[in-house]
């Protein structure tokens, strides 16, 4: 299935229509090879990280209803519940 993920509506209607999904590939990447400080704009910059970050977290984040709990999440909870952020 071939979607673009930096739609979210698109990734939201993907994830209701797959909700049996047991396993999620995300080959989605952009690499522009913009100079850093001297790209003529920051579209480039833009894009991949539209696509590469935010894209690939919001297929990942929305597939979370449908992912069954594990004990890693279980060991996770409990890590960061006991953090504090204070120290």
Sequence with gaps: MGIDITDPA???GVA???AGVTLLVNIAGVMRA???ITAGSLAAARLE???NYSGTLGMA???EPNR???TADARTRQDTSSHDCRS
Excluded: A, N
């Design 10 to 12: 698109r990734v939201g």
């Design 16 to 18: 209701h229509e797959c």
């Design 34 to 36: 913009s100079p850093f």
């Design 49 to 51: 990280m539209e696509t």
């Design 61 to 63: 984040r929305s597939q």
């Design 68 to 70: 069954e709990p594990t």
